[in-house]
């Protein structure tokens, strides 16, 4: 790359990590060890005393301010905070839904974050997706030939691929989330959002409840966020609310519960799909075009929309025999690895950075 480097945007460091920010910390690890690459640095020590909405403005301000520190530079962005004015960029889109579906959001957010998303695909010199999907998407949206979008997926952390099960099985794992470890424990992770499918997804349990003899627990793992719009009260004694747990405890939770079910209406990857099947669970998941592309043959597929077709695909999920078998369990780890994907981006900035 001769004299240019790429400055990897660090808007990502000090965030509530989810999908986006996983993604950022592991890429950005495996292209900081290679040369060339370089990490810009935002300011975030400001006065206490400043309104929330002044410090959001200001660390905005920084995130735009660094295509002119780094002028020379190609700057890339590797989540949705992202500068909008570039001489030289690559920007990572993980999804499209402030434009293609804003009613999930407040009114305000999807207004604001579908005019910068459009801007940030527009201006880009260089765009990457997290699945084919995307970027076909993409390619609708910003006019771009798909062909030019270099897809480079999320993948499954080592804490998912390596964990080891624990000594008492699902009662340890459960421990602390007030639940029978008698029951039969089904983990749904995500978001508190409309898009995640959670009414017909507790509705699908308790009419597994409702059904059978046996007592059927979902558990939830994630947190909300005030840009969502129309985020149900969710009242069920068969539905425990996790909040954010650690990796290690995640990594717990995938391997002994009974069943993993991820009921989204939409995603742009859906990482706990591969973190989940790194682990080895049983999945049930929607049956939309990038679960397809992620999961294969290794899960039960059902209808988001129909809660009866997302109880049956959880009632087999749970009937069927334990862990992904170890073939496949690899091949899924050979198809999404941080270093092929970061392999990709750093490819994608030495052109720009050439050209």
Sequence with gaps: MGDTSVIINDSFRGQQVTGQQRYAI?????????????????????????????????????????????????????????????KRSVYVTHDLFPITNPEWYSREYAALHSRLLRRQMERATALVAVSPNVAEQISEYSGRDVDEIVV?????????????????GKRDAVAGFAIDPNSRVILAVGSIEPRKNLVRLTAAVAKLNSCTDEVHTLLIV??????????PTIDSPHVVFAGRVSDDALSSLYRHCDAVVFPSLAEG?????????????????????????ICGSGATYFDPLDSDSIAAGIEAALRAPRRLAEHDRVGLISRFQWKESAAAIA???EKVASS
């Design 152 to 168: 480079a997926p999320n993948a499954p952390s080592s804490v998912f691929i390596n964990g080891s099960a624990l000594p008492g």
């Design 222 to 231: 994630g947190g909300g966020a005030s840009v969502f719009a129309g985020v």
């Design 347 to 349: 490819r994608l900035c």
């Design 269 to 293: 990857f859906g990482l706990p799909n591969v973190e989940a099947l790194a682990a080895g669970a049983n999945l049930a998941v929607s049956d939309i075009p990038v679960f397809r592309w």
């Design 26 to 86: 592991e890429i950005s690890d495996c292209l900081l060890a290679l040369p060339g690459f370089k990490e810009g640095k935002l300011p975030r020590s400001l006065p206490e005393a400043l309104p929330s909405s002044v410090a959001k403005a200001s660390y905005w301000a920084g995130v735009q301010l660094l295509p002119f520190r780094y002028s020379r530079d190609v700057i890339l962005s590797l989540t949705s905070r992202a500068p909008i004015i570039t």
